[in-house]
């Protein structure tokens, strides 16, 4: 069962039971970008320039989730369609996507998300809980490329420099493709989600490709736990606090 161009073809069904795998894809938009647009300042303007050529290519990253019943693996499936003349823009993209791991791995077993990053030339699994308790499920609804969704929130503590800020998610999910994951290392609702926000970032599903064959499950594998390093949010925000604080001591290890 494969659906491509939801906007084009996506009528009512119910997706549910197990040995539900395949794949789903996703893009992303980068919203409010009229509110710093039209200033007369030449900075501003320049900076305005500069967004809306980040937002062209934001539009273009292609991320692919793959799952079977119990495994889930999340990433950016290729850059070649950004600009390649122009390095900053690309990395600015990628940044402002507001997935900045290489890959986000699911198991719903374990309810655990393990997302890999690379710090200084290391390839680390940063491991998170899925709790479905997180959420706040609602009774506001709406159709999204003809699929019946309903809304659900969270918040969410986002790392900075110097202070912590908190930032409200918003997901629209369809409990009638009962598929329990999500775009960006977000899962745990009673749906596939199809829709989320988070601050100025839009990830939407572009593409959902299904298949019930039990002999033919998606292939997902995690990281070998044993030979790479574990770190929970915790101990990765108490790295990345200690590395700001004190650069040169991890510039002499490199």
Request: aromatic content about 10%; overall charge positive.
């Amino acid at each position: 069962m494969k659906f491509i161009g939801l906007s084009v073809m996506f009528f009512p069904f119910l997706i549910c039971g197990q040995n539900i795998n395949g794949t789903a894809s996703y893009s992303k938009q980068f919203i409010k970008v009229d509110s710093i647009l039209g200033q007369s300042d030449e900075s501003k303007r320049q900076l305005s320039s500069r967004i809306l050529k980040v937002n062209t290519n934001i539009k273009r990253l292609t991320y692919k989730l793959i799952f079977n019943d119990s495994l889930a693996k999340y990433d950016l499936e290729n850059t070649m369609t950004l600009d390649v003349d122009n390095a900053i823009d690309t990395k600015l993209a990628k940044v402002f996507s507001g997935f900045l791991a290489e890959a986000a791995y699911y198991d719903l077993k374990k309810s655990q998300i393990l997302f890999e990053k690379n710090f200084l030339g290391e390839k680390i699994l940063i491991s998170s809980k899925i709790n479905s308790n997180d959420w706040v499920l609602t009774k506001e609804s709406q159709k999204i490329n003809n699929i019946q969704c309903f809304k659900a929130t969270k918040k969410i503590k986002k790392a900075g420099r110097n202070i912590d800020t908190e930032v409200l998610v918003i997901a629209w999910y369809s409990p009638s493709i009962n598929i329990n994951y999500g775009p960006d290392g977000f899962a745990g609702l009673p749906g596939l989600i199809v829709k989320l926000q988070v601050d100025n970032v839009v990830t939407y599903l572009t593409e959902l490709d299904l298949n019930r064959n039990q002999k033919k499950q998606a292939k997902v594998s995690l990281p070998d736990l044993d030979t790479t390093k574990v770190l929970s949010e915790e101990e990765y925000h108490s790295l990345l606090k200690d590395f700001n604080e004190n650069r040169g001591k991890y510039i002499d290890k490199n």
